[in-house]
């Protein structure tokens, strides 16, 4: 509609379900798998929760304190070239 698909897809690679990943590297949790939960859990700060850019980086840094390789990641993945909008 507005050609924002196309500028989108221009840029994205895929992406990656970190309930996923997370829940596959600690399936005894029974606690919450939030974001802010996951950063008090690997002592990642979560001063600006709930802002998509701050979200975002604390999911890096939740990944990487949780010994994971984004290499690894790949398997959680959908690429951006399977995606459809309709």
Request: aromatic share 10%; hydrophobic share 50%.
């Amino acid at each position: 509609m507005y050609g924002l698909l196309e500028e989108l897809l221009s840029v994205l690679a895929g992406f990656i379900d970190t309930l996923h990943v997370m829940k596959a590297h600690l399936p005894q949790r029974k606690e919450s798998f939030s974001v802010s939960a996951l950063a008090h859990l690997y002592s990642v700060d979560a001063g600006n929760a709930h802002y998509a850019v701050a979200d975002s980086k604390m999911l890096e840094q939740i990944i990487l304190a949780a010994g994971r390789g984004l290499l690894r990641l790949f398997s959680y993945s959908i690429p951006g070239n399977n995606l459809s909008f309709e």
